[in-house]
């Protein structure tokens, strides 16, 4: 039996509104199987994607926190009242030590103790790209006034003098209005754009998590599809939904982050929607024409991937489904499936980039204010 229901909300932000945990920091258990992580940054905002200047700086998108000053709110169609903010952020984690926000004053939308807001951030020269989330249309966006506008885009931050501000983000693509203009996938219109990618000549590769699908943008903007990412099967409605035992439903692909391999193809990361089942997570190879085969399979709620020489790596946010639990953990993934574990017991882990053989993880993503950045050894 198969259950009939409305196409769920952007599957990123539901998950992410579905794990708020207590406790933030990394727990004396955190291990792998090589070295144990340290903490390298502190005091992050719902840490998401991160990545390296060619320096050596890591930057991290800060998604924000609720603040005293928010602006006007408005009734979302699933997650009810949510109200504007101005609290997204990226950090810079210098590479003597030491962090920084070095811009400050992006938009946030704000539910409860959880926040949408920058995404993922990529560095160029002085300027930050930056990938907005949504979880939503531009005609629910336009409600919020036109400091909402970056909400569903991605925009370029200049910085002076080592900082920026968010406030004067300019808008490269406006995804959120692509997805409202043709919509792909052909599900209704949702936009969450969650994670970039550089390509050769200033291009970048987007990941929308809403319209469930993957873009390549130019350096002025143009958005073209590259992939689109159909529901992948069903799966069991838990309890709580009222459904009666058995019933079956379609999840959302929901795709998350894409890196570019070794071969130059394109491969993509999947957390799958509600109700987010356990080992049907995969990652998926696309080519330079789009075409999509699976790469890999029996995987959980992955939200970042990162190549290393050639071996893929990726984030598990929630090694037992997110409806189950928030600990996850990095792994080091096999075509065969028997995925080889290189750091456990993470609370709400999200984001990773690597560097000399280390992975920087950011975990507690839903966490306002208690964020970290870890690192463990690959080797």
Same mark, same amino acid.
């Given at each position: ?6 196409r769920p909300?952007t ?7 579905l794990?708020a =945990?207590g406790a933030a920091?990394l *727990?004396a258990s955190?291990h792998g199987?090589?070295?144990?992580p ?16 060619p320096?050596?700086?890591l930057?991290?998108a ?9 602006g006007?709110c408005?009734?979302? *169609?699933?997650?009810g009242?949510?109200c504007?903010?101005?609290t997204?952020?990226i ?5 003597r030590g030491?962090?920084s926000r ?5 938009p946030?939308l704000?539910?409860g ?5 920058a ?10 790209t ?7 249309t531009?005609d629910l966006?336009a ?9 569903g885009?991605?925009?370029d931050?200049?910085?002076r003098?080592?900082? @920026?501000?968010?406030t ?18 052909g599900e209704?219109?949702?936009s969450? *754009?969650?994670?970039?990618a ?5 291009r ?5 998590? @809403?319209g ?7 350096r ?6 590259l992939?689109v990412?159909p529901?992948?099967g069903e799966a069991?409605?838990?309890?709580f939904?009222g459904a *009666?035992p @058995?019933t079956?439903a379609p999840?959302?692909s929901?795709?998350?982050?894409a890196a570019?391999?070794p071969?130059?193809?394109w491969?993509?990361?999947e957390?799958?929607?509600f109700p ?14 789009g075409?999509r ?6 995987l959980?709620?992955?939200t970042?991937?990162?190549w290393h020489g ?8 929630a090694?037992?489904?997110l409806?189950?639990?928030?600990t996850?953990s990095?792994?080091?993934v096999?075509?065969h ?11 709400t882990p999200?984001?990773?980039?690597i560097?000399?053989?280390k992975?920087?993880v950011?975990t507690?993503s =839903?966490?306002?204010g208690?964020?970290?950045v870890?690192v463990?050894?690959?080797?």
């Amino acid at each position: 039996m198969t259950a009939q229901l409305r196409r769920p909300l952007t599957a990123t932000a539901l998950a992410l509104a579905l794990t708020a =945990t207590g406790a933030a920091t990394l *727990p004396a258990s955190a291990h792998g199987p090589d070295h144990p992580p340290t903490v390298v940054a502190t005091g992050l905002s719902s840490p998401r994607h991160l990545s390296f200047a060619p320096n050596g700086d890591l930057y991290v998108a800060e998604s924000g926190a609720p603040s005293d000053t928010q602006g006007p709110c408005i009734e979302h *169609p699933e997650f009810g009242a949510v109200c504007l903010d101005d609290t997204s952020s990226i950090t810079k984690v210098s590479r003597r030590g030491g962090q920084s926000r070095v811009v400050t004053g992006l938009p946030s939308l704000v539910s409860g103790q959880e926040s949408t807001g920058a995404f993922d951030v990529l560095v160029h020269g002085s300027t930050l790209t930056v990938a907005m989330g949504l979880g939503g249309t531009p005609d629910l966006r336009a409600q919020l006034g036109p400091s909402a506008a970056p909400l569903g885009t991605v925009v370029d931050v200049r910085l002076r003098r080592g900082t @920026g501000d968010g406030t004067k983000a300019r808008i490269r693509t406006d995804l959120a209005a692509y997805e409202a203009a043709h919509d792909p996938g052909g599900e209704g219109v949702d936009s969450n *754009p969650v994670d970039l990618a550089p390509m050769r000549g200033g291009r970048v590769v987007a990941v929308d998590a @809403g319209g469930n699908d993957v873009f390549t943008l130019s350096r002025r903007g143009r958005a073209d599809v590259l992939a689109v990412f159909p529901s992948p099967g069903e799966a069991e409605l838990p309890p709580f939904t009222g459904a *009666p035992p @058995g019933t079956m439903a379609p999840f959302e692909s929901v795709p998350t982050a894409a890196a570019q391999g070794p071969d130059g193809a394109w491969y993509v990361s999947e957390l799958t929607g509600f109700p987010f089942p356990a080992g049907r997570a995969s990652i998926y190879r696309v080519g330079k024409h789009g075409q999509r085969t699976v790469y890999a399979t029996g995987l959980t709620n992955v939200t970042d991937l990162a190549w290393h020489g050639r071996s893929l790596y990726a984030v598990q946010m929630a090694d037992e489904g997110l409806l189950t639990g928030s600990t996850g953990s990095v792994v080091r993934v096999s075509t065969h499936g028997a995925h080889r574990t290189v750091v456990d017991d993470l609370p709400t882990p999200y984001g990773i980039a690597i560097r000399h053989d280390k992975a920087y993880v950011t975990t507690g993503s =839903t966490s306002p204010g208690d964020g970290q950045v870890v690192v463990a050894r690959l080797r």
